[in-house]
């Protein structure tokens, strides 16, 4: 391990941010999580090319051109997944696949040629493949092409101020602020316009929520649903009756910016605001305090609940789909009070 980030899975790689690092504003990129679906290709910097519809680009080219920064919240569609109940399969992911971070790069705009009419697609292909399903592939997947061609995303080099480190898919990757992090393809190599949507197994077998139980049909993941987490106190922590504890950590949403986030030590009967400071960016998770003080003894659940300005609010249960992702259910941690 070249990481810190704690191994949900070895092979490939799936780890988790550690608890005390999602206390930071920003992630260290040593503990930002990581999310593979196959062995980290060797990427040669050097010989690296990024192939675009009509021409060919160079790390020294990508690195002459102006850089955008931008702080981002990453989360994994499937981060709390074994919440679910069913169980749904896929990696058996806790509540810590998300991370915050600053990721520098040039808009994918910058380095487009006009586009072929039709184009209703971008293709971004990264250099990992391996075996899904029987069958041999590489990770794909597409954006719309209004999303494609947002000054905000961005076609990123480095991260938290160094180039970006293999696991975070070096030397180049996507980066879609605001989606779930499926959408931001690491170790990019090629970038085609495409007339139909693109069907591929990343796009259309994963990554979609898949009702199963009234016959909807498949809606495609996309925009990060609000959600919070709360970094103090952690598990298990114990705390004085009538003693001031500092509860906090962070909230987030793809929609819209937060608007409130409270706290609920009886179950979700009643809710305190908590105080909330500036997010780092529109994309960076917003941080939030709360002064609580436990009035009877026992074990007692904290919850945390945000709202974004769009009227989305966690609910107090995961919502449950087939293949397990976009549960933000409210945050929760017991502690013990004594
Ligand atoms: N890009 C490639 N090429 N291969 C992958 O397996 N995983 C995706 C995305 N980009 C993936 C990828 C998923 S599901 C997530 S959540 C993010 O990368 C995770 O990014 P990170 O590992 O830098 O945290």
């Known amino acids: 391990m070249t990481n810190d980030a704690e191994p949900v899975t070895r092979e490939p790689l799936n780890a988790h941010t550690p608890a005390a ?28 090319r990024l192939r675009l519809p009509g021409r060919e680009v160079a790390l020294a080219d990508l690195r002459a051109m102006p850089q955008r920064s931008l702080e981002v919240v990453l989360e994994c569609a499937g981060n709390g997944r074994t919440r679910m109940s069913p169980l749904p399969p896929g990696t058996p992911w806790g509540e810590r696949a998300v991370a915050c971070a600053g990721f520098s790069g040039v808009p994918l705009r910058d380095l487009l040629p006009p586009l072929p009419p039709g184009t209703r697609e971008l293709l971004f292909v990264g250099a990992d493949e391996g075996e899904a399903h029987g069958k041999s592939m590489a990770y794909e997947r ?18 938290n101020g160094e180039p970006l480190t293999p696991e ?71 705390v004085r009756v009538g003693a001031r504890v500092r509860v ?12 409130k986030v409270e706290v609920s030590d009886d179950g979700g009967r009643t809710w305190s605001a908590a105080r909330l400071e500036s997010p780092a960016s529109p994309y960076a998770w917003t941080p939030w305090t709360f002064d609580w003080t436990p009035a009877r003894p026992g074990r007692i659940a904290l ?20 293949l397990g992702y976009g549960n933000h259910e409210c945050a929760h941690v017991d502690v013990d009070a004594r």
């Open 248 to 259: 906090a950590g962070h909230a987030w949403s793809g929609a819209a910016a937060i608007r």
């Open 168 to 238: 975070h898919g070096a030397p180049a990757r996507l980066l879609v602020p605001g989606w779930y992090g499926m959408a931001s393809v690491k170790w990019l190599v090629e970038v085609r316009a495409l007339r139909e949507p693109f069907r591929g197994f990343y796009q259309a077998e994963h990554y979609v929520y898949r009702e199963q139980r009234g016959g909807a049909p498949d809606a495609p993941v996309t925009t990060t649903r609000v959600k919070s987490l709360i970094a103090e106190p952690r598990e298990g922590a114990q």
């Open 303 to 322: 919850l945390a609940r945000a709202t974004d300005a769009a009227g989305n609010a966690q609910p107090l249960e995961a919502p449950w789909n087939a």
């Open 142 to 159: 597409s954006l719309p092409v209004e999303r494609a061609l947002h000054p905000d995303t961005l076609v990123v080099l480095a991260m």
């Open 21 to 48: 690092a999602l206390a930071e504003r920003v992630t260290p990129t040593r503990a930002f999580y990581v999310r593979n679906h196959f062995p980290m290709p060797k990427v040669d910097a050097a010989s690296w």
